[in-house]
């Protein structure tokens, strides 16, 4: 049973924005820290942003002030807004959802950025 379904990646020119969301199948949602990470080719896999399920946000220094991760506990989604985008963004990301010993892992979503 697939628990995290992400969508919304593509190809897009420098500078453009982008929109993943991930549904989560998961039975109570808001009991979770979610995350996206991400894995270039070549490159091991990487933190991209994380929030709580108190809503507390965290990003990588390399997305600061483009990238934006949130939430909504009703639809069980989580979104990344991404913006001002490069090519070095461009990679599989991957939804996130932990909660103590569970961990769960989406199939990723490729995002490619074109200069």
């Known amino acids: 049973q697939v628990q995290l379904v992400e969508s919304g990646g593509g190809l897009v020119q420098v500078g453009g924005s982008l929109r993943l969301s991930c549904a989560a199948h998961?039975?109570?949602?808001?009991?979770?820290?979610m995350g996206w990470y991400r894995q270039a080719p070549g490159k091991q896999r990487e933190l991209v942003a994380t929030?709580?399920?108190?809503?507390?946000?965290n990003y990588a220094d390399s997305v600061k002030g483009r990238f934006t991760i949130s939430r909504d506990n009703a639809k069980r989604t989580v979104t990344l807004q991404m913006s001002s985008l490069k090519p070095e963004d461009t990679a599989i990301y991957y939804c996130?959802?932990?909660?103590?010993?569970?961990?769960?892992w989406g199939q990723g979503t490729q995002v490619t950025v074109s200069s």
């Open positions: 996130n959802a932990v909660y103590e010993n569970s961990e769960y």
């Open positions: 929030i709580t399920r108190g809503d507390s946000a």
């Open positions: 998961l039975y109570i949602f808001g009991i979770y820290d």
